[in-house]
Structures are given as C-alpha cells and as structure tokens.
C-alpha cells in the first residue's frame, strides 16, 4: 500500500513539474524567427525585409539588395522609394518602383539592386526607410560588405542618371577592413535582450 501511495506521489509530482521545466515563459525566443545571417531584416509591417544588403566594391557606392515579402492577406503593393534613415548621408538612384503582389516577393538580387552611394564603406551599417504605394514605411538597419567572395560581382547597380562611376579605387578583397568607420548612423544595432 505504501509503494502504491509513493508512486502515485512521484507521478504526481512529475506531471506538475513538465509544464514549469519544458515552458518558455510568454513570447519566447523559440517561437521566434531566427535568421542568422550578415544582412538586416524586418518584419514588422505588412512587407516584410529578408536579407538586406549593400555591396561595395568602392568606397561612397554600393548595390542595395534585399527580398521584399507581402504577407498573406496583405493587399498588393509598389516598393516606390529607398531613403537614409536618421543620422545616414545616402541617397539611392531613381528606379521603376517594385510591384509586390498580395502574397507575393520581390528579390532585387534577380532585378539588379538599387545603386546607392554616400558616406559608407564595408563594416558599416547603414539605416535605410523603405516607401511603399500603400502609404506604409519600413526601417531597417542595412550592413555593408565588400564585393568579395559570396558577394563578387554583386555590386552592379546602374548609377543615377547624369552621374559617372565613381573614381574610388576598388577594394583589395585580400586586405579590404570590414570594422565600423564609427560615423554617425552606421553602428552596428544593438541585440535585443529578453
């Protein structure tokens, strides 16, 4: 009878104790996207910003690359404008805008990016507004890498129209510094704690 009633105690004892020992809390850091990666993204607003870019294969210019996802139920949209965020001296190129159907995306990897140019240079981390038809603006935090490895041959924006190529020299991707220039707007943004 005693072995019966310390069973049913430790059984007991047991079921009360998997819910506290296999729990998270509310919110947790486990149902939450993850994306590990040397890009920016948000997902905040209807649109969402996956792997955000800009690739420089000189200094002052760049091409902003980025996938752009409308949610389901979202309605159909145009990504019409790119601006510099606080603090950033950047401007983008003119370009058609993006339309972005009802569940739809838009790599500008397979449509060539938008060319930028200002004060950046590898290392830094550029903020950036995103203007959509819809009347909706996105932020984020854009890292810049250099033209080298993964990214070689990515830097190939068409400039602004009336402007020539840059007179920079390219980076020498054997001794090209990916540290933060520490200018205003380009530091790195800070993890998000719980």
Not at 71 to 84: K, Q, R
Request: charged share 20%; with cysteine.
């Amino acid at each position: 009878m005693l072995l019966r009633r310390n069973t049913t105690l430790a059984l007991g004892a047991l079921v009360l104790t998997v819910p506290v020992l296999s729990s998270c809390g509310f919110n947790p850091a486990t149902d939450r996207v993850n994306t590990i990666s040397m890009s920016g993204n948000e997902r905040s607003g209807s649109v969402d910003v996956i792997g955000a870019v800009i690739v420089s294969e000189r200094a002052g210019s760049g091409t902003f690359l980025t996938t752009f996802s409308n949610n389901p139920g979202a309605e159909a949209t145009e990504i019409e404008s790119i601006s510099a965020g606080s603090g950033a001296a950047v401007e983008a190129a003119e370009f058609e805008p993006y339309a972005l159907a009802e569940g739809g995306l838009v790599s500008l990897l397979q449509d060539g990016g938008v060319r930028l140019t200002g004060d950046f240079d590898p290392g830094d981390f550029v903020p950036l507004t995103i203007g959509f038809s819809s009347g909706e603006q996105v932020s984020v935090t854009v890292p810049v890498v250099p033209a080298c490895d993964e990214y070689d041959g990515l830097d190939d924006a068409p400039q602004a129209a009336g402007t020539a190529p840059s007179d920079a020299e390219p980076y020498d991707c054997a001794g090209v510094s990916v540290e933060p220039h520490g200018t205003e707007g380009s530091e790195a943004p800070e993890a998000e704690t719980e």
